[in-house]
């Protein structure tokens, strides 16, 4: 799967786009899982702020 994604943002308007990966830690137990989330460039630093802000 993610060599799909990988190859369709390397070609055209996919540049535009980067892979956000965040860690959230769960609270019941205390396990971490990770959230990717595809974001144009210009809002990269939104997204990882929406994703701070969901896990607290």
């Known amino acids: ?3 799909k994604v990988v190859a369709t943002l390397k070609t055209g308007k996919g ?3 980067s892979k956000v ?3 959230i830690k769960s609270p019941k137990t205390g396990a971490y899982s990770f959230k990717e989330i595809i974001a144009h460039n210009d ?3 939104d997204a990882i702020a929406v994703a701070k ?3 607290q």
């Open 21 to 23: 990966i965040t860690m």
């Open 1 to 3: 799967m993610a060599k």
């Open 15 to 17: 540049k535009e786009y």
């Open 43 to 45: 809002h990269v630093k």
């Open 53 to 55: 802000a969901a896990n």
